[in-house]
């Protein structure tokens, strides 16, 4: 798939200036601006795409290739809806791709999300008490894969939202500690500061190969930063 990078070659690319109005932040014009110029959300939109997104996830498993068709995935916070849309291509969750096996794709949120062909989407708060069975039951196993691209509310405050992030990154890796099938998959944002060296050791313990790495679609003024976390252990008895 195109990630819109090259929409522009061999012409002329233009720059859309937005111009400040009235009542409207600085901040919401560099926005604005930033959004109109930005390549992937023009490639969002040419391509049917819930947002740009979705191509972090088509880079990441473009590299790692963990998204195979058969595999059932579970989409943490799944709203928009975005990369249930590439989940459901990658894992042939709508059976189109002849002599491959169907996946399915699961996403939980704590609002209602758009309906995605393909996918099978929940209210729910994965933190609740028995989220993990109520998954289990709706998959009717475990997951081959869990993604999460959540990220709490930001409070403007750079060191308080990052232990923010990180704190749903761990409980997003608990709960898949939960729900995963041995030789699993772990994907998940975090944030680039210094508070993610615990949830690497437990992930390092948990999983064969843990990789960290900033996908071309994410923003170079972001600190984000996807760990992709396969070939999980399995439970020790006491968690079986």
């Not at 993990?132 to 405050?157: E, I």
């Not at 992930?203 to 984000?224: H, I, M, T, Y």
Request: aromatic fraction near 6%; charge should be positive; hydrophobic fraction near 40%.
């Amino acid at each position: 798939m195109s990630t819109g990078k090259s929409s522009g070659r061999g012409q002329r690319e233009l720059k859309v200036k937005v111009k400040t109005a009235r009542g409207r932040k600085t901040s919401s014009t560099r926005w604005l601006q930033r959004q109109l110029n930005d390549p992937y959300v023009a490639a969002a939109r040419r391509e049917g795409y819930r947002g740009r997104a979705a191509y972090k996830l088509i880079e990441l498993d473009d590299k790692y290739r963990f998204l195979v068709p058969g595999a059932r995935v579970v989409d943490l916070g799944c709203a928009p809806g975005g990369w249930l849309q590439v989940a459901v291509a990658r894992v042939n969750a709508l059976g189109e791709k002849p002599g491959k096996r169907a996946g399915f794709v699961l996403g939980v949120d704590l609002q209602e999300v758009e309906p995605v062909p393909g996918a099978e989407a929940h209210v729910l708060d994965f933190l609740a008490e028995g989220a993990d069975t109520q998954v289990k039951t709706w998959l009717g196993g475990r997951a081959d894969v869990v993604l999460s691209d959540m990220a709490a509310a930001a409070s403007g405050h750079k060191q308080t939202d990052h232990l923010r992030i990180m704190a749903l990154c761990e409980a997003a890796a608990h709960f898949a500690f939960d729900v995963l099938e041995e030789g699993g998959t772990f994907v998940a944002k975090v944030l680039a500061g210094g508070a993610e060296g615990e949830l690497q050791q437990v992930l390092k313990q948990r999983f064969r190969k843990v990789a960290n790495v900033k996908p071309p679609a994410s923003r170079a003024d972001s600190s984000e930063k996807y760990v992709v976390a396969q070939g999980f252990r399995g439970r020790g008895e006491s968690e079986a």
